[in-house]
């Protein structure tokens, strides 16, 4: 028997104020609960502890994460390893690690760094200013950069138009209902889906090119993603085809920056409404100096955790129940997929005394358990790009704190949106920046 489940119509909440209708649920049904959406199986949320090491410890076989990712795959491609189960899934991600080992980040950390500074320079003192849309300029130039090094020709311009306009759909008001089937109906150039299908061909034709020119030019001692996963073989000496790669460099692409962009978000959020931790983080970057190695920035680190703890931009994960289960000694049904909830496993008293309160001292001289603090997913499905992410989180909140003090907007609190693939503050999350003179 599944757990409780709240209405169809309140369902529907979990779209429009998602961490609303977690704390709604949690209150009324406890660490577990059932939400049916029409056409797609259960899924049964919980932020039961035991339950959530159980299912990231658990064998793959009988827990489909790349199932439960699924509907996703309209905005990424079906053969990323984001998709995959099993053995295509252990055998792509052996490839595609290599380029995101944490040592690989000191190399991408000089050109972060004057993405961020070149942006914030530009950045208004004293107005109303709206920080989200800045957060994903910046982190859409870091990630292309990153990815592709791209040089000042017109081919890289176009295929970097091409995917900008692409994601600028997929972060449009009827975006997030691309994951569900019966939305994804081409009826012409001009409906919503018609457009992505239409842009997305002319995307992939520019990023073939992009894969048959690199092949061809067989240049040397370059450190782009990109470069990394047409070099990549597997055992056999097979490289990754251009389907994978296509459909991998999409995810790496909409992923690293929209999720990174709205923790930035949130970030500067918890920045404004707590000067004492904005002092504290701008007293260690200039302590550490201008250039100083992210990995050095302890305080800065532990800010950065305490916020995405309290606003995780993906409010859970999933797997897929492949035979009969019992997990936490509940009996769950094959089909359904299990549901570990970020947001609520994050808001735990007993495992995050006083939780609401944003306190980045829990992060100093303390590692939480993989279990308690799971921004990232967990177990065989952590999110590979988390040491880019957090690495990129802390040069730009460094420069940032460096040159401006963030205050608040009078009368603004951020409600929860869904943007793309993530969940973002409302409005574009306004700030007021204060020059530091």
């Known amino acids: 028997m599944l757990p409780p489940e709240p209405g169809l119509i309140a369902t529907f ?132 950069r990153a990815a592709f090094g791209l040089d000042e020709s017109a081919e890289a311009a176009q295929l970097k138009d091409l995917i900008a306009r692409l994601f600028a759909l997929y972060s449009g008001r009827l975006a997030s209902l691309f994951q569900l089937p019966a939305f994804r109906l081409d009826l012409g150039a001009w409906s919503p889906w018609g457009r992505v299908v239409r842009l997305n061909r002319e995307m992939e034709t520019a990023l073939y090119a992009e894969f048959a020119r690199r092949r061809a030019s067989l240049e040397k001692n370059r450190e782009d993603i990109l470069s990394m996963l047409l070099a990549a073989r597997d055992e056999s000496g097979a490289p990754l085809s251009d389907q994978v790669l296509r459909d991998e460099m999409m995810t790496i692409l909409l992923a690293g920056h929209e999720t990174t962009a709205a923790s930035l978000a949130w970030a500067m959020y918890r920045l404004g409404q707590n000067p004492d931790v904005a002092h504290a983080a701008c007293d260690e970057v200039a302590q550490l100096g201008d250039d100083a190695d992210p990995a050095s920035m302890r305080y800065l680190d532990a800010v950065v955790n305490e916020s995405m703890r309290l606003s ?24 359904v997929t299990i549901a570990p909830c970020i947001y609520l496993m994050h808001r735990r008293a007993d495992l995050w005394p006083n939780p609401e309160k944003f306190d980045p001292s829990r992060f100093i001289d303390s590692r939480p358990s993989p279990y308690s603090f799971i921004p990232f997913g967990g177990g065989t499905r952590r999110c590979l790009g988390a040491a880019f992410a957090t690495y990129q989180m802390k040069i730009v909140l460094a420069e940032v704190t460096r040159r401006f003090e963030i205050l608040p907007v009078a009368g603004y609190e951020p409600r929860p949106t869904r943007v793309s693939i993530a969940i973002a503050p409302s409005d574009g999350m306004p700030v007021i920046l204060k020059s530091r003179g």
Request: glycine residues 8%; aromatic residues 10%; hydrophobic residues 45%.
């Open 13 to 144: 909440g979990f779209v429009r104020n998602p961490y609303g209708f977690l704390d709604r649920c949690a209150r009324e049904f406890g660490d577990w609960f059932t939400v049916r959406v029409p056409g797609v199986a259960p899924f049964v949320f919980t932020s039961d502890p035991a339950a959530v090491r159980e299912v990231f410890q658990g064998d793959p076989a009988l827990l489909h994460a790349g199932k439960a990712n699924s509907p996703l795959g309209a905005f990424m491609g079906e053969r990323s390893v984001l998709f995959l189960d099993g053995g295509e899934h252990l055998h792509d991600r052996r490839m595609i690690l290599p380029a995101f080992q944490g040592d690989r980040m000191r190399a991408y950390g000089p050109m972060m760094r004057s993405i961020a500074r070149a942006a914030i320079a530009k950045w208004p003192a004293d107005v109303r200013f709206p920080i989200h849309p800045e957060m994903r300029a910046i982190t859409f130039e870091v990630i292309m």
């Open 312 to 335: 995780p931009v993906v409010p859970n994960v999933g797997r897929v129940l492949q035979a009969d289960m019992k997990i936490a000694r509940r009996d769950l049904p094959k089909g």
